[in-house]
C-alpha cells in the first residue's frame, strides 16, 4: 500500500512520520513500514507547501530514537489537482491522509476565501484523485462543525450543528465536497489537536506559566484535548482495515481550558522533577524551547476567567466534547484519557 501524507509538516503530520518511522527503515522519500496492524509493504510518502523547519527535524529525530525516519518533504499544494493527479499516478497511491487544512481559526474570519480552497476544494481535490484510482482518502476534519447548537452531551456523527465561523464552515463544506465526490473515505472529527510539533496549547502554555506571574484562562469553554500522536495511532489502524464513514477521535475525558492550562503547569513541575531531581535546576530542554524559560517549578497564579474577557473574532463552542463510541466499536480502538497522553508529551518536550 502506498500512503500520501498532506500537510506532512505539521502537528499530526509530523506524528504520522514518527510512526512510520517506529519499525521500519527509510529510503530518501519513502519509508518502507512494517506497522501494526499495517501491510509491512507499505510505503509512506511526505508531501507539503514548505520544508519541514530545522526544529521539527530534530524533534522527529529525538522522538525516533534512532530509528531512521523520513525528514524528507516532496513539494505538494492541495489546491492543484493537476500535480495531486501527477504525484498519485506516479507514485502508485493507493490511500491519502489529508493533515493539510487552514487551521487558524481567528485568522479565517479575515481570510475565507483561503480557507475555503484549501478546506473545501482541496479535499474535493483529493477526493476526485482518489476516486479516479479507486483509491482510499482519509480526511480530518474538526468538532467546529458542530459549532453553536448549544448540546451538553456529547456530540453523535449523525447530529448536525451550525458552525460559528468561516473555520467550522469551510471545514464542513470540505465533509460535504467529499461526500459529493464519493470516493471510499474516512473522515475523523477532531478537537483541540496538540503535539510536540509546532504552534499549539501546550507548547504555549509551557512557556506563559513559565514566563508570567499570573494568568487568566478561559473556564467557560469545555472539551477534550487530543494528542496528534493518539489520532494518527488511529489512523493506522484505520489504514489497515477502512470502513468508509464519518468518526469522531479526540483522547477520553472532559476539561475547560482553564483545567487544560493548570494540568500542564502542575504535570510539567512533576515531569522536570522526575527526570531532573528535587531542584529541577541543572536540566536541559531537548525541546528546541529555551532552557531558560522552564524554570524548576512553576509559580504562575493561573486564574480562571469568562471568554468574553478574550475579543476574538469567533464565538467559539462552550460545548464541545465528541462521543467516540462509533470509532472504538468500529475499530476495537482503546482510547487514552486525556492526562496519561499529555504526560507522554511534556515529557518528550521537556
Ligand atoms: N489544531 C487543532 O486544534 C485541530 C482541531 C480540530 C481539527 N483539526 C484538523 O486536524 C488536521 C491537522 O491539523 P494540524 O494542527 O496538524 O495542522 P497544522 O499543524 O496547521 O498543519 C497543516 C499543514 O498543512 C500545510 N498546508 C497549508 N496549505 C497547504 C496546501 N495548499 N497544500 C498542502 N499543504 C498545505 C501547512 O503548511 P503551512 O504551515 O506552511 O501553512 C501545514 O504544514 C486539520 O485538518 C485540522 O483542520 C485541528
New binding site residues.
Partial sequence: MNILT?????????EIRLLAARDSGSPAGMTNGSLSGLDPESHFLF????EASEESVAMLRKLAGGAPVDTSTRR?????LEAIRTLVSEEHIDAIV???????VDAAESQPELAE???AK?PENLAVAMKEVGGLLV??????VFGGDPYNTPCREEQTGTPTGV?GLT?LHGEQAIARVGCKCVIL???????E?????VRTMLRLTAEKPRLNVVFDQVGTP?Y?GN?AAAIFTILARPVPGIYHYSNEGVCSWYDFTKVIAEMADQVRHDCYGQSGLDHRSHSGLDPESHPSRSSCDIQPCHSDEFPSPVKRPAYSVLDKTKVKQTFGLSVPYWTDSLRKCLSALI
Avoid: E, M, P
Avoid at 480526511?139 to 467546529?144: K, N, R, V
Avoid at 472529527?189 to 503535539?195: D, E, I, Q
Avoid at 510539533?197 to 496549547?201: A, H, S, T
Fill in positions: 498532506t500537510g506532512a509538516n505539521g502537528q499530526l503530520g509530523n508531501t507539503d507547501v514548505t505538494l499544494d492541495i489546491t492543484d489529508n493533515c493539510a487544512a487552514f487551521t487558524n480552497l484549501l478546506n482541496a480526511h480530518i476534519s474538526t468538532d467546529y473555520y471545514k472529527r477532531t478537537a483541540w489537536l496538540y503535539s510539533f509546532g504552534k499549539n496549547f487530543t496528534a489520532l
